[in-house]
């Protein structure tokens, strides 16, 4: 079973930024698809962004888009989650997932890490 530990949550003012990291235990980390999605309470779990086993192609919400960045070193077995603008709207528990195949769609994931807390204040 592959372990995925998030870092890098916390309190940020609105505009501000902040760099989610999620670590894996996986010695196969690099044949895994990566993926963030995020839960603020009384909602449903919601993607944010994802990337292929190879980091060459990347998805976002378009909620994120042009304000969020996904990236991954495989050397490391780290994906990481970089943050700009943040809005009020962003703060959740995000959560880092993996799977064999790049998906927006969290039944896809195999494994989950047990998330970090986002809160953007007004």
């Known amino acids: 079973q592959v372990q995925l530990v998030e870092s890098g949550g916390g309190w940020v003012q609105a505009g501000g930024s902040l760099r989610l990291s999620c670590a894996a235990s996986a010695r196969t980390f690099s044949s895994y698809a990566m993926g963030w999605f995020r839960q603020a309470p009384g909602k449903e779990r919601e993607f944010v962004a994802a990337?292929?086993?190879?980091?060459?192609?990347?998805s976002y919400a378009d909620s994120v888009k042009g304000r969020f960045t996904i990236s991954r070193d495989n050397a490391k077995n780290t994906v990481y989650l970089q943050m700009n603008s943040l809005k009020p709207e962003d703060t959740a528990v995000y959560y880092c997932?993996?799977?064999?195949?790049?998906?927006?769609?969290?039944?896809?994931?195999?494994?989950w890490g047990q998330g970090t807390q986002v809160t953007v204040s007004s």
């Open positions: 997932a993996a799977t064999w195949t790049s998906s927006t769609v969290a039944g896809a994931y195999d494994y």
């Open positions: 990337i292929t086993w190879r980091g060459g192609s990347a």
